[in-house]
């Protein structure tokens, strides 16, 4: 008797929605029924199933009433999960070349100390002798810049030489 008025009763409530609304109710029971009828023994979803029920409780609004296979609150973490993977992998640096091991750097800043007058042409020939395969623009740059003293300006070199200066040095003959 009682599963009688319950059956009636939402019969009732289920002429008052509107087409879409019963349309995605449709599906959502559907898409249960197939997942109940792959895994017989044992209820297991998987990353598709997980998938919709994420969107679907994105797109609308009264997904829990539908629900019987898992808890609302588990969908709502799939939804957080997706969006936390999404933007993880979004602001992850994955262009560009791989960088140079310590190693290398290492080596080639030794190297460059230890034979002052070798360019990068130089040490990379070495370093391909050695078997190490790496390319002279990365040599060069992993090369420590070597500083030159500041040359003096024109007011100290006056001022250093000005017992030696004739006048006659400033002016064409």
Known sequence: MMDALIMLFSFLKSGLKNQTELALENLALRQQLTILKR????VRLKKGDRIFWACLSHFWQNWRESLILVKPETVVQWHRRGFAIYWTRLSKHHAGRQSTSKEFRDLVRKMADA???????????????LGIKISERTVARLMPKKRNPPSQTWRT??????SDLVSIDFFVV
């Open 115 to 129: 034979n002052p007058t070798w360019g990068s042409p130089r040490i990379h020939g070495e370093l391909l002798k």
């Open 157 to 162: 070199f006056l001022d250093n030489h000005v």
């Open 39 to 42: 895994n017989r023994p044992h």
